[in-house]
């Protein structure tokens, strides 16, 4: 599914995949904030943007989802690092569990590595329950497959709430502002 890739300096190039998610303040400048972050730290290739309903307690706004893809030199504890200080430096404040955020950056995937650790486990532990995660990281990875279980097969897709912007009349103007910036693209074979 995913292969690391080595530079001319024999540095190890990992690709990963993060799960980006809003629901407060302005949604959209959040995760732009975060995949201009992202792409400081490695190269980046962007899903499509999602809306969805809050997991968790009701009495939120819906949030605004997406997944990037980032080739880094970052052990995994290092990027979590790095994402937690990108939250942070958007003002994320964790008031309650599964509650509003301004951002939310989740390492869904770091390689193939299998990794538990007290501060980290990869794959991220709801994945295969979390169609606002499933649907954009298939965007990026069709054929994916997490141990032996096809992403596409995940149960969580027949039942799935979020729902590409693009697809959403009333968001085109959160569409068209998320592509805005064609670094931000996903390449055009998804159109």
Not at 25 to 31: M, S, T
Not at 145 to 155: K, M, P
Request: proline share 5%.
């Amino acid at each position: 599914m995913i292969d690391s890739t080595h530079s001319s300096q024999d540095q190890i190039h990992h690709i990963c995949y993060i799960g980006l998610g809003s629901n407060l303040g302005d949604r959209l400048a959040y995760l732009r904030f975060a995949i201009k972050a992202l792409s400081e730290i490695g190269q980046v290739r962007v899903s499509r943007l999602y809306a969805s309903p809050p997991m968790g307690p009701q009495d939120q706004p819906d949030y605004l989802n997406a997944v990037v893809e980032l080739v880094t030199t970052l052990s995994p504890l290092a990027l979590l690092d790095q994402l937690q200080a990108i939250e942070q430096d958007a003002g994320r404040v964790r008031k309650r569990h599964w509650g509003e955020r301004t951002l939310d950056l989740d390492l869904l995937l770091y390689d193939q590595d299998q990794i538990q650790h007290p501060r980290l486990n990869v794959p991220h532990v709801g994945l295969m329950e979390r169609d606002f995660v499933v649907l954009p990281l298939l965007d990026l990875l069709p054929q994916a497959t997490v141990g032996e279980v096809r992403l596409s097969d995940v149960a969580c897709l027949q039942s799935a709430t979020a729902k590409a912007v693009s697809d959403l009349p009333v968001q085109d103007a959160i569409q068209s502002a998320w592509f805005q910036d064609e670094s931000f693209m996903l390449a055009k074979r998804q159109a």
